[in-house]
């Protein structure tokens, strides 16, 4: 090791001291560089996109007044070579010098300059968007509402909701407005508007977000090329502050190849106004957006390389095409990536590096709910990793300046003013569970408290059974959006669940911050598995969100008011799933685990029904619930406010084969949700018969005199003449369980029964 690495990694092991979120890097954030299958044809000019675990390169110049439609699409090998290349696709428009930006399933094309032979030379303000394939080519293309102007070499990038595309040149020479537009759900663009200007006129300059910040570095503002770099903030209204100067190159770089990785900015090859470079420089993003001093990487190009296109898929970055200063290439170069998230280390235990005294402290309402071991210790994992998560996005201290650590994350969320864990039942039938979005709630507070740069939005867990077969590698270890997530594995058996934290790759599998045994990798849990995926991505826009819990043996069924339904129903006899609300997330969570237990996993509650929906829109939700069988339950609905406001309703009730409840809950953005109870007399007399069938009404004489009157009081309900006959009838239910309460009817079937009769009482 040379002496500069010697000091590059005292610093790097320095700042992992004073708990600073950095990137640590194996050496180079990329590897060697080797080479593999040439494209098809000779390519410079060009962009390029990863897609579920796919390469594909878009437009560009074969050679000069011969402009591609192509979209040529390879599948990497797991060794990272490529085998062919295939023309999936062809774009509206032959174009060169346009900016691609990639938002979920949606993949588009920004400007640049129409070559078509026999027409004349144009800088073109055309945007189009294709939408993706689960296979990762591109189904169709729509051309959608112009930028204000034409211009080539600009570039172009997507924070939150929201898509800017800065600079680049014309006739009239570079420029430097940057346009913003909202994007719509369907991937449409609303009006582009002017949001911001470049610290000058630029082209070909290097452009990535990270944090709700753009960068933007290099490039070249006429004959002028430029090695400074510049940081600015998105506005909540989408504007952006005035640029800051930031750490310049070391020296000029336009029309390099751009890639972040996690808050590791890198920039492949490029011109430096004298020659085309094979240089590799990198650095790392603060989370102000600032950048750290650029490091020169050891691992060169194979050749100089000025105007291809780059991008990661899976473990791997991709160079495709270019020119060497000489010639047009159809060279495809790949390199290892090999960039680990610094993510601090807390342990769930006491006695253990970077342990604390939490180690027995009471977990969530461990002894309220009957847990026959309460220690933070057994059950801490997911609060820990939460800790972890916090620190890493440089969240250390609560507002009143108390230490995030595990032990005070825990007591911040048993707080009722915070609602962080939602709970119900005792014993045998407690379940309990970590409300995710209240993360977000805190982040709020410590926004508002100055002590965050940025908020915490949570995005709905996913369930995936292997990783590597549901989403890329680099989207779950967090380096895509750096943004590390939680996840949950197993440890000796599906019983055994347990949150860890990755962070990056190992030569084998998924690197992870492990809070119980300290393990260094994925690999060391079973087969590499997980079962939920928690993600907190960084915003200062909207928190809101809907997060319902229920017994896990309690259907629960979902509707909005485009009558689209996520969750499970049982009616006639059978379970009924649906999952048609956008973005909704419908799952079972298993009980809480402690999976260092010998044999059998220690297991505590029963798991919960959790629906998961972030930024629900301004609407009344219908709330169903059901069972094949006689069940008491408990529902928990947490509801979030656009700046992170929580209500919580919490909900006991009875539900049984026959015997079903519904709510109404009216959902507002801006203020306090309010829930109401839909009761009428056909659920009034599906639970005199549920709790009849359950022993709770054991008296057969009194079943049949309020099944009686039940039934007469719904007949008489609905004549203005009769209507007093009904109420009288419902009254005397009310006397006739309160007088037999304790002895023909439970305690349960009275509650039940008499916020029944109360709902239809006048």
Known sequence: MNLFSKLFALLSLLLIILGIPKIVFAEDPLGSWSSTLQLPYFLASHGSFSHANKVSVVGGSAVTGQSKFDV???????????????????????????????????????????ENP?????????????????????NSWIQLNSLPQGTSIGNAVIVGGRIYYAGGFNNSGAQDE???????????????????????????????????????????????????????????????SAFAETSALP?????????????????VGGYNGINALDKIYYTTINSDGTIEPWQLSGNYIPQPVCCGAVAVSGDYVYLTGGHNGASYLNTVYYAPVNVILNVPYYSQNNGVPGGGLWGDQEYDHANFLGFSDPDFERWGCAVTSAAMILNYHGMTEFADGTPIDPGTLNEWLKDEDNDGYSYGGSGANAYSTIIW????????????????????????????????????????????????????????????????VPKGFTDTSIAVNDPEWNYLDLANFDNNDYTDLHRY??????????????????????????????????????????????????????????????????????????????????????????SGENRNYTLNIHTFEEDGAQTHHKIEGFVGAGASDEFDLAYSQNDPSTLAEVVTFDSLINDINALRASGDISSRGVYFSLLAKARVAKGLSGNVWTKRASINLLKSMQKEITKQKGKGVSETAYQILNKDIEALLP
Do not use: C
């Open 72 to 114: 040529l699409t390879a599948t990497p090998s797991a060794d990272g070579s490529i085998n062919s290349w295939t023309t999936t696709s062809l774009t509206p428009t032959a174009l060169i010098f346009h900016s691609l930006a990639k938002k979920d399933n949606y993949i588009y094309v920004l400007g640049g300059r129409e």
């Open 118 to 138: 026999g027409s004349a030379l144009n800088h073109v303000p055309k945007v189009f968007v294709g939408n993706l394939n689960i296979n990762g080519t591109v």
């Open 178 to 240: 940057i346009y913003g537009a909202d994007i719509n759900f369907d991937g449409s663009l609303g009006d582009w508007e002017l949001v911001g200007l470049l610290p000058e006129p630029l082209s070909g300059f290097g452009m990535v977000e990270y944090n709700n910040n753009i960068i933007v570095f290099g490039g070249k503002n006429g004959s002028v090329f430029r090695d400074k770099a510049y940081k600015a903030s998105v506005n909540p209204d989408g504007s952006l």
């Open 251 to 267: 020296e000029a770089v336009y029309r390099a190849g751009v890639i972040r990785i996690g808050s590791t900015l890198v920039s």
């Open 437 to 500: 979005p209240v993360i977000g709630s805190l982040t709020q507070e410590l926004f508002d408290a100055e002590k965050a740069e940025y908020k915490l939005t949570a995005i709905p867990f996913s369930s995936h059974d292997v990783f590597n077969e549901d989403l890329e590698l680099r989207e779950i270890a967090g380096e895509t959006v750096g943004a590390p997530p939680i996840i949950k594995v197993t440890n000796g058996g599906p019983k055994k669940t347990h949150y860890v």
């Open 537 to 626: 991505i960084p915003s200062e826009t909207d928190l809101s969100h809907l997060y319902f819990v229920v017994n896990p043996n309690v259907e629960l069924l979902i509707t909005d008011f485009q009558g689209r339904k996520t969750g499970k129903i049982f009616e006639n006899g059978n379970i009924t799933i649906y999952t048609e609300i956008p973005g909704s997330v419908y799952t079972l969570e298993s009980p809480i685990s402690n999976p260092n237990s010998e044999g059998e996993a220690e297991e505590a509650g029963t798991g919960a029904n959790i629906f998961s929906l972030p930024e629900p829109s301004e609407e009344k939700y219908q709330i169903a619930l059901s």
